[in-house]
């Protein structure tokens, strides 16, 4: 099996301890009684785009087991997709805050193929980022600062057959605003990959330095003033 990654250059690896404060946190599984439902647009705290919504499956329905074994999760193509699932809300933050996107995520488990999916962390405006990267499974690697209006986390091939994988997209900002979410593919093939345990949290954390650790999937930090050097790197 193999992963294509694109990640920014000048990368740097960190580790962050602190209490976060939960602002967000969504599992699906109070969603619709706990019962599946095709192009679902009734989500807590979250607005579902696209071609036809996305679906929230039941773990169980369709072949499908959602993470932990239970519950529910989102399919994000849709009937027929591509599908989009974004915050409802904007949340604030200060300056120096940690902002985490934690969330975990599937192949479609139906063996239709590889599926891309993107994770976003999506600024009111121009935003200056600090520090910015990826936590995979807990292990934690880290890239770049500048000026942006989003950073996201994209893979473009995640197979059908790959376990759910638990992912935090982190960034500290320079300046106070306020910042959304959202989550996307461009499958469109009536199944695409799971979503499950999205949560949102805010905290005045400080960073420790680590070790260079895993890279896996591709960064991308969108915005102003942004100098970023593109390699692409592949994994047996």
């Known amino acids: 099996m193999k992963f294509y990654s694109v990640l920014a250059a000048s ?3 960190m580790s962050a301890s602190a209490q976060a404060t939960v602002v967000f946190s969504n599992n699906f599984d109070a969603e619709n009684g706990g019962a599946s439902a095709l192009n679902y647009n009734s989500f807590n705290g979250l607005n579902s785009t696209g071609a036809r919504y996305v679906d929230l499956v039941a773990s169980g329905d ?3 087991t959602c993470a932990g074994g239970s519950g ?3 399919d ?3 009937t027929p997709g591509p599908g989009t699932l974004s915050s409802a809300s904007s949340y604030a933050f200060s300056a120096g805050d940690l902002i985490t996107l934690s969330f975990a995520i599937s192949g ?3 063996g239709y193929g590889a599926d891309d999916w993107t994770a976003a962390l999506n600024f009111a405006s121009t935003t ?3 520090e910015w990267g990826v936590s995979v499974n807990g292990t934690t690697f880290a890239g770049g600062s500048g000026l942006a209006d989003a950073i996201s986390f994209s893979q473009a091939a995640w197979t059908t057959d790959f376990p759910f994988v638990d992912f935090t997209l982190f960034a500290r900002t320079g300046n106070a605003g306020s910042v959304s979410f959202s989550f996307a593919t461009n499958s469109a093939d009536n199944v695409g990959p799971l979503l499950d345990n999205v949560s949102l949290d805010i905290s005045s954390a400080v960073p420790e330095p680590a070790t260079w650790a895993m890279m896996i999937g591709g960064f991308a930090l ?3 003033a942004m100098r970023r050097r593109v390699a692409t790197v592949s994994f047996a």
């Open 62 to 64: 369709y072949g499908i």
């Open 76 to 78: 994000l193509d849709g």
């Open 108 to 110: 479609n488990q139906r």
């Open 128 to 130: 200056d980022i600090t």
């Open 11 to 13: 990368a740097l690896l």
């Open 72 to 74: 529910s999760c989102v």
């Open 222 to 224: 969108v915005g102003a």
